[in-house]
């Protein structure tokens, strides 16, 4: 049984409305309770992408005991800006998600503890976890990158110095492969670049330069696949098959967990043939295919997903300036959202510098990192790229990831991270609307207004301004 009545207060009060507060036992204390809390997300070295140099931070877990508070810490490791113990759910049991807004950026060591009666029962920590840059790799073999073999035969790859510089460690070539839950790694020298890339190649070293640039951890998603054109990118996307069904996962599986700033395409080394025996329609079809690949990523992960497009042409010596000026057309194309690469031709020109007369090797890894941070360290770039947000409404399921409606509605508190309608999903912190149990909160400046229905609340605090119209009202419930 339960019994609802019209509120009737001055909303302009910044203090809670009325609060049913729990009052647990506590049976017993000590260190061994403490690892009865677990965090799940974010995973050990997640880096959430930065958006006006913040980003929210999802944190999700369980606890097997009932805790008033929720409190989470961040400690710079480096860059960034420490906060002290904040609440950000309360009176939970078992499974929560909540959510840490407007992390600046930086790298930290996160603490979670839950409260009792204001004694600390319950604690874990995520011991590296970060805001900065995420980056998407796509194309062919100088961006896939390769192991020692007969093609890679005198391969020093370089792993990255800075700890800020980061990947999830595997490597597949099975289309079938169901990726795994994240496990993030710093770049060694000899570590995949998942989901397909081989060995650090230059990203460990284009991940130290734009950690100690911009001061910001980094991480790096490498979907590249060795000896394909532009056309079998474009097919693959047309029927979801491989090379594109691997860019497609990585958006599923990872993207949208960490956002992305933009997608970074090298290709061009296998559409020279094409260039020398049929233009100018070669450009026509490069042109049009690379297009129907931007088009296909920007619907499958986000419409505002940035690409920059490398020119390459050269294989076996040979360089094409019709197809390099085609692909500088290509990212050139006015209100594109797509942003002009390096020119990797000249880094060693001859056949005799790469192995075996395609791919770059030793002091070419350096040259080609630092010829793709010159080319997003641009204010061009930096200013008019659209970094994609994380996606905010997931959980970990099955060892996995999972998103979408199908998700429970939030645990705990539920409080507005903008300024809306009530029934706008998108200005509460758990993506989803309050439930009556919510303990729900109009945060501080914040101006919530409640229309053409009826709201029923159990616990609110109203730190900002609501307001009605067309009828609604809002009534507070006992049960």
């Known amino acids: 049984m339960f019994r609802c009545d019209l509120l009737k207060y001055n909303f302009i009060m910044r203090t809670p409305l009325f609060n049913i507060s729990f009052i647990s036992t506590l049976v017993f204390l000590g260190h061994f309770a403490f690892s009865q809390i677990t965090i799940n997300m974010p995973v050990e070295r997640s880096v959430f992408q930065r958006v006006n140099n913040k980003a929210n931070i999802q944190i999700g877990g369980s606890t097997s005991i009932f805790i008033n508070q929720l409190q989470v810490k961040l400690s710079v490791l480096n860059g960034g800006i420490s906060t002290d113990w904040t609440t950000i759910n309360s009176n939970i049991f078992g499974e929560f998600r909540c959510q840490l807004p407007d992390v600046e950026a930086g790298w930290y060591k996160l603490e979670m503890r839950g409260l009792a009666g204001g004694v600390q029962i319950a604690y874990d920590e995520v011991e590296r976890v970060g805001v900065g840059e995420v980056f998407i790799i796509a194309g062919q073999s100088n961006a896939q990158g390769g192991r020692n073999n007969a093609g890679y035969e005198t391969q020093i790859y370089y792993g990255a110095q800075d700890d800020r510089v980061?990947?999830?460690n595997f490597s597949t070539n099975d289309p079938n492969y169901i990726y795994p839950f994240p496990n993030i790694s710093k770049i060694a020298a000899e570590t995949d670049i998942a989901p397909k890339g081989e060995a650090s190649w230059c990203w460990a070293l284009l991940g130290d330069i734009i950690a100690q640039e911009w001061n910001v951890p980094?991480?790096?998603?490498?979907?590249?696949?060795?000896?394909?054109?532009?056309?079998?990118?474009?097919?693959?996307?047309?029927?979801?098959?491989?090379?594109?069904i691997d860019l497609k996962k990585t958006f599923e599986y990872y993207a949208k967990i960490y956002g992305a700033r933009a997608l970074l395409w090298h290709q061009g080394e296998s559409d020279i043939i094409d260039f020398t025996i049929n233009m100018p329609q070669s450009c026509i079809n490069y042109s049009n295919n690379l297009t129907n690949v931007i088009n296909k990523s920007r619907a499958d992960f986000n419409?505002?997903?940035?690409?920059?497009?490398?020119?390459?042409?050269?294989?076996?010596?040979?360089?094409?300036?019709?197809?390099?000026?085609?692909?500088?057309?290509?990212?050139?194309?006015?209100?594109?959202?797509?942003?002009?690469?390096?020119?990797?031709?000249?880094?060693?020109?001859?056949?005799?510098?790469?192995?075996?007369?395609?791919?770059?090797?030793?002091?070419?890894?350096?040259?080609?990192?630092?010829?793709?941070?010159?080319?997003?360290?641009?204010?061009?770039?930096?200013n008019n790229s659209t970094p994609i947000s994380p996606t905010f409404n997931l959980k970990v399921e099955n060892n996995q990831f999972v998103f979408g409606n199908s998700l429970p509605?939030?645990?705990?508190?539920?409080?507005?991270?903008?300024?809306?309608?009530?029934?706008?999903?998108?200005?509460?912190?758990?993506?989803?609307?309050?439930?009556?149990?919510?303990?729900?909160?109009v945060s501080e400046g914040h101006n919530v207004t409640i229309s053409n229905t009826t709201i029923y609340v159990k616990n609110l605090t109203l730190n900002g301004n609501l307001s009605f119209e067309n009828g609604g009202n809002i009534l507070a419930c006992e049960y």
Not at 218 to 244: H, K, L, M, R
Request: glycine letters at 6%; a negative charge.
């Open 166 to 168: 980061n990947c999830i």
């Open 218 to 244: 980094v991480i790096f998603f490498n979907a590249a696949i060795g000896a394909t054109t532009v056309q079998t990118w474009s097919d693959g996307a047309n029927n979801n098959y491989e090379p594109y």
């Open 303 to 382: 419409p505002n997903l940035s690409w920059v497009i490398s020119k390459v042409s050269m294989i076996a010596g040979y360089t094409d300036g019709n197809l390099v000026n085609c692909q500088e057309t290509a990212a050139l194309m006015p209100n594109s959202n797509r942003f002009l690469g390096p020119y990797t031709d000249p880094i060693q020109p001859l056949a005799s510098d790469r192995d075996d007369s395609v791919h770059f090797r030793g002091t070419g890894f350096i040259e080609l990192a630092e010829a793709w941070f010159n080319s997003i360290n641009t204010p061009n770039f930096i």
């Open 409 to 441: 509605p939030c645990s705990g508190v539920n409080y507005t991270v903008s300024s809306g309608n009530w029934n706008d999903p998108t200005i509460w912190s758990c993506g989803v609307l309050p439930i009556t149990l919510n303990e729900i909160i």
